[in-house]
């Protein structure tokens, strides 16, 4: 029996799946691209954004009418809000948190699936989730009880908490790559952006236990993974909802930090993303010290104008975020910076965007994710007035996209002729070359035919530059060892 997975969001979702992956596989299913050969479809969705939930409706339309051809089941999870759990529940067969994932084997098999490997006892299941070293005892099987009820099935704006969250990273993740992997370290968020539905849809904010963490780390490293991102939706919070329990960001950070130098393994550690009210110098300081912690920031700046980043309820100025910018060229002159931004918020007048613009113009991003501001139900901002003509929205769009491209391209000039240790991630979409990422995360294709090399870390020279990627020779091909 075979199932198909959707992923639709940010890098936390696509962590989520991995983990979803593991649970359909301990069941004896398979994999398929396919949706058409697929018993069991699932969606891991997005409730922060207004476009991956229409994505979700449109899927499952199509999903319910292939119902009268075929025995199906579908379910979704990820991200979502309570107005939206409302709606799906009438559309999906299964509706779940990832808190509840230790149990969808159980929901499935109730539903009246059954897999290959037949209908197993949920204590076995449970064996088959949980680590070895990890017995099921009462601390254990009160993570793994249901948490679904009618009562919490409810309308209205809530908080969603992280209800055995716990349980949900005991799932060993299935990776998708051999080489890029993603580490959650917390869930949650406890900052109520405005525009955000984040703590709506993940709870407040929870720190996973350092330990863990680190073990998955080290685990990944001897696996010979090369690039490994810490997720949370703010991880340089991690550990202040556990002050007394649980060490603070910095110091995860020079663990990973000591570890590499003690490994002598090679890889890049990456992190996303940091909230600029949480960003301390000693972080910076931190990743400074230690070659394996990568020397790429992206900090989201959201507005360029201290009142709009007030009606954001963003909790940190232009000066608190430009302090930390120039503590980032001081300490790590050779990161690169990348950061989020929304334009046509609520109330944003054409001098409030002209600050943001002026932002871009100082800070000279290598990367921006630049969004029209978009009304999402659940959101404190949902009250308010969208009052910015889509046309003003998409001209504003343009305007910082143009800025964003001038500067980049100005920097990505300065790299010519210089050489760079690269991770190579597979084939590019021009023939004959292969795709790679520096430290940097800046985007890199060289002519070679040399699969075998995707995965691996190689040297290359730059020969020619455009604003958001760039065009190497490689230098040195590395000697493979064969098994």
Known sequence: MKYHLISLGC?????????????????????????EEASILGIIACSVRQKAI?????????????????????FVSGCLLPSDKDRFLKLFDLVFTMSELTELPTMISQYGIVSPAGLQHLESERETLLPKEMPVNEKTDSLLKPVISDKNITSGLKLNPAIGIDGFWHVEPTYTSAFEAFIPIQNGCDKFCTFCAVPYTRGREV??????ILEELQNLVEKGFKSITLLGQNVNSYGLD???????????????????????????????????RDMTDEVIEVIAQYPVLAKQIHLPVQSGDDGVLLRMNRKHSMDKYRHIVQTIRRLLPQATLFTDIIVGFTGESDEQFENTRKAM???????????????????????????????????????????????????NMELVGKTFRVLVRGRDRKNGYLSALTEGKLVIRFASEKEELVGEFVDVKIISASPLSLEAAIIEVPILQTV
Do not use: C
């Open 242 to 276: 556990k002050k007394g329990e649980e060490i603070g960001f910095p110091e995860l950070l020079r663990k990973i930090g000591e570890f590499g130098l003690q490994s002598g393994k090679e890889f890049w550690l990456y992190f996303t993303s940091p909230h600029p």
């Open 11 to 35: 890098q936390m979702n696509l962590s989520d799946t991995e983990r979803v992956r593991t649970v359909m596989h301990s069941m004896g299913l398979s994999e398929t691209e396919r949706e």
């Open 361 to 411: 113009e100082e800070f000279k991003y290598n990367m921006a994710y630049i969004a029209q501001y978009s009304v999402r139900p659940g959101a404190a901002s949902s009250r308010w007035a969208d009052d910015i003509p889509k046309e003003v929205k998409k001209e504003r769009l343009h305007v910082l996209t143009q800025e964003l491209m001038k500067y980049a391209h100005l920097y």
């Open 207 to 212: 720190s996973r236990p350092s330990g863990e």
């Open 54 to 74: 229409d994505k979700v409706y449109s899927r499952i339309y199509k999903w319910n009418k292939m119902k009268n051809r075929k025995s199906l089941l579908t």
